[in-house]
């Protein structure tokens, strides 16, 4: 939330400055380089946990009930901690149609705690009004900067005290561990906390669904989160975890926004907009309605900020909690065409299903594939249909009994990219109406590549150092053609198990063992005779096999 940040974009913009000043000068000491630019630090596919949760928990990398049904957050964060009469408020929250409220609570390390009896009050409240609810302590925002903040074990030991409140309300109860942990940061100062209070909070019994915010107050900038997504969730044996982004003048473009979000929905790492909004003259003019557009596209959660906050109120006059007197703001969030009263669904542990629109559109056609390459595939299906209208299309790898999401489209075509030469692939479709409805899943088709065709490349792989659990590679290409070789795509596997954590020089992309690296501006290019290298962090077993063979835009290159 803004309240505890500076109230301009000038210092928030001077914080980001200074936080990639200290990235670089750590670059200099070749201690972070992995970590350097959101852009190139990938999320990469989480496991399945040992053990499940009975309430709220997550399936596949969904947010689901205890009955198994999807559910996707629509709703706003209101500021009870501030505003604690108002218990009227998630009445009228509820009246515009939202599913769900982010709470926000204090532990008494900045504002005065909420004791047990408030929040069991706000629990009854959010039941009473059929609303899930998401509690978040709010001290640890920024705590990095800011010694008077509450810390993340702090808060974790807060939820502790409350857990005889929490008890049983798996299925109506979200843990917001802490507000916006950390500001201008690296992975060793989000990371580490986290899973410790993760684990702390497993470690005291608890299993309800537990939400984690992303460092640089929420905004993720350095791409730390993203970086460092999958070894948090693989730290929560339970798979009960989910992420949350705050999207304000970071990610104010329909790429980035896609991008990041994407980044995660491919990778089935669960994750919400746990806060966005606001007035442009503020904050430049973050693109909220593609935020809103593309998470009910891809069915994730979103949370408005804020109904009772003291910047960017989606009340007119959040002095006197009029909910007839939406601001514009309000106005988009509630009404707009991708806005809660459109797209939001009761929970259904209320009995609920609202809006009316609960029927699945039906299967698509079988796909049939053409234009088949060594690396791609064209897919075209019959239509599905739907009592309200499709939205768009899911297509997914099958492989036995697990699914793989690798192209979304909105009509009944696509050509699935990143495909491994000479490899047996076998997909099907699911189609998605606007309310989040999907359908049954197609037939499949089963595809084979082509074999690569000789290229003009050569390529070398070393290990630079290993550690236990990790190690840094490098891969350089090298041009062994006459013309030069511009937007590169380059692609080998790992045989162990390896997974690519963070790169330099590419942007990687990772399912399995399959690894595709798509380069960065200043490797983009590579002249005849030249080369350009591309260094990456990653883990490993205790076996770590170098690949033994490589594509480059689909011909297999020379190794050396």
Partial sequence: MRTTRSTTRENTLARLLAGLAALVGLVVLGVLCPAVAQAQSPVTQAQSPATRATGLHISDGRLVEGNGNDFVMRGVNHAHTWYPNETQSLADVKALGANTVRVVLADGHRWTANSAADVADVIAQCKANRLICVLE???????????????????ADYWIGLKNVLAGQENYVIINIGNEPWGNTGPEGWTAPTIAAIQKLRGAGFQHTIMVDAPNWGQDWQGVMR???????????????????????????????TDYLNAFVNAKLPLLIGEFGGPADQWGDPDEDTMMATAQQLRLGYLAWSWSGNTDPILDLAIDFDPGRLSSWGQRIFNGVN??????????????????????????????????????????????????GVAG?????????????????????VTVTGLTAGTAYTFAVYARDAAGNRSARSATVNVTTGSAPAGTCSVGYRVVGEWPGGFQGEIAIRNTGTAAISG???????ANGQTVTNMWGGTPT??????????????????????VTVGFIGTKTATNT???????????CSTT
Avoid: C
Avoid at 399 to 405: F, L, P, Q, Y
């Fill in 137 to 155: 302590v709010h001290d640890t925002t920024g705590y990095g900067e800011d010694a008077a903040a509450g810390t993340l074990d702090q808060a």
């Fill in 227 to 257: 970086a460092n997504a999958k070894a948090v969730y693989d730290a929560d044996t339970t798979g009960n975890l989910i992420f949350s982004i705050h999207m304000y003048s970071v990610f104010d473009t329909a790429a980035e926004i």
């Fill in 339 to 388: 806005g809660i009263a459109q797209t939001a669904k009761e929970a259904t542990v209320f009995g609920g299903g609202s809006p009316g629109d609960t029927q699945a559109p039906s299967a698509p056609g079988t796909p049939a594939a053409s234009a088949v390459t060594a690396t791609s595939a064209a897919l075209t299906w019959a239509a599905a249909t739907d009592s309200v």
């Fill in 393 to 413: 299309y899911d297509v997914v790898r099958v492989s036995g009994t697990s699914e793989t999401k690798v192209a979304s489209s909105t009509t009944n075509s």
């Fill in 488 to 494: 590169w795509k380059l692609a080998f596997s790992f």
């Fill in 510 to 531: 990772q399912s399995g063992g399959s690894v595709s690296v798509t380069p960065a501006s200043y490797t983009s290019t590579i002249s005849p005779g030249a080369s």
């Fill in 546 to 556: 170098a690949p033994t063979s490589f594509t480059l835009n689909g011909a297999a």
